[in-house]
């Protein structure tokens, strides 16, 4: 098979797995070396990570930011914080993280799944609103790939039924809704700093909320439920040591002066993709609702197969000999489809808590979930970040242009 006549694969792209597609440089290890300095490592003592949390909390206009050793452990303090009882439910998406999932379990509960919109592959309020029960304990919303999700419609149904809506923003960053923040619409935001994520400090994660009290018990959620500087302080319940370090702290406080040009730069970057792809048949941009602002961690097409030949499997192929390394699917498979699920492995042989949940809470029948088979058989995942050039992407640009043209050809 041809592959056309732009010699895409000797344009190396930034990854944002190394230094060429990271912002991390000087200010990082300034930082670094300042910690160390003092000779303080852990932040129930340090001030780097005060620091970072004071800081998140005044870029996003909330009362309080509170830092943890990761994304997953971000989910899990905002699950703790909510105080779940055994068998409650969290209505999720299948097109998730492992990590957005498993807290749920680990705190007795049981995620409910939705179905999902197949152009973005993000909730609805009618597909929350289809998995509603007297059990549902709250909703969990992802803003998957930087694309919010329709936050004014879910929070006017959680409102109406007194549910707590925690938001999934590990991969959005400055992404709004309707001029607010993610991460502070719902009562609870959740945030990474994993490597691929738009600032990084390798691992770590961040919660965000208005409620003094939500703040106060994930605060000692992270500290094993220890209450540093209380009084008289006791482990008041069972928790975790989901501390950051200070290095780690560092690492993001630095980061964090970055994150707005970060964002700005793949806005810019993504614009400009757009408008070399939008006139493709068969090729849908990403969508993005009125009065949203995605903040493209990746930037997605929806790949028709009935007008471009293979869909997004093969023009994934093609794009891999021109050094475009893209994902179709995103996910393999939905989450429910994993063995934690479908065989209900948890707790040595116990199943627990599945064995608390409603038949149709875990009914994971395909015929229910027509948007998550749509949207995973459609959506193809390609390489982005900050450090991609507006030559960077002209070069996408014709490779997908080409790629789409030679798959037609071989079909003629």
Not at 74 to 81: E, G, K, L, N, V
Not at 197 to 223: C, Q
Request: proline share 6%; glycine share 8%; charged share 20%.
């Amino acid at each position: 098979m041809a592959t056309g006549t732009l010699e895409a694969a000797q344009i190396e792209l930034p990854s944002d797995q190394d230094s060429s597609g990271r912002t991390l440089g000087d200010a990082e290890v300034r930082a670094v070396a300042a910690a160390i300095a003092t000779g303080t490592l852990t932040a129930t003592k340090g001030r780097f990570t005060r620091e970072l949390q004071n800081r998140f909390a005044s870029l996003l206009g909330v009362k309080h930011a509170l830092a943890c050793s990761s994304g997953t452990a971000a989910i899990h303090c905002a699950i703790a914080a909510l105080n779940p009882q055994p068998g409650d439910e969290f209505i999720t998406t299948p097109i998730t993280d492992m990590g957005a999932l498993s807290p749920i379990l680990y705190q007795g509960a049981i995620p409910v799944f939705a179905d999902v919109d197949a152009a973005s592959c993000n909730l609805t309020v009618e597909t929350i609103a289809a998995r509603l029960s007297p059990r549902t304990r709250g909703i969990i919303v992802t803003h998957l790939f930087g694309n919010p999700c329709d936050m004014p419609a879910i929070m006017a149904l959680a409102n109406k039924h007194g549910i707590p809506v925690i938001e999934d923003c590990a991969q959005a960053f400055l992404a709004k809704s309707h001029g607010e923040f993610v991460g502070t619409i719902g009562q609870i935001g959740c945030f990474s700093m994993q490597q691929g994520k738009h600032i990084t400090s390798g691992e770590g994660g961040l919660v965000t909320t208005n409620d003094p009290a939500l703040a106060r018990r994930m605060t000692l959620f992270v500290n094993k439920a220890w209450g540093y500087g209380d009084p008289n302080p006791d482990h008041t319940f069972l928790a975790l040591n989901y501390r950051l370090s200070e290095l780690q702290g560092a690492v993001a406080l630095a980061q964090l002066e970055k994150l707005e040009e970060v964002v700005s730069t793949r806005i810019a970057r993504a614009a400009q993709l757009t408008s070399q792809l939008g006139h493709i048949e068969g090729i849908q941009t990403p969508v993005v609702l009125p009065d949203s602002q995605h903040v493209y961690w990746r930037y997605c097409l929806n790949v028709d197969p009935a007008e471009i030949p293979g869909g997004a499997i093969a023009l994934a192929a093609i794009l891999k000999r021109y050094g475009i390394a893209s994902a179709p699917r995103y996910i393999q498979k939905p989450a429910f489809a994993c063995e934690v699920f479908r065989e209900q492995r948890t707790f040595g042989d116990s199943r627990w808590p599945f064995t608390l949940a409603r038949p149709e809470a875990v009914d994971y029948r395909a015929d229910r979930f027509p948007g998550v088979f749509d949207g995973l058989e459609r959506i193809l995942v390609l390489p982005f970040n900050e450090r991609f050039t507006p030559a960077h992407i002209d070069a996408m640009g014709e490779a997908i242009r080409e790629s789409v043209d030679q798959l037609r050809s071989d079909q003629a």
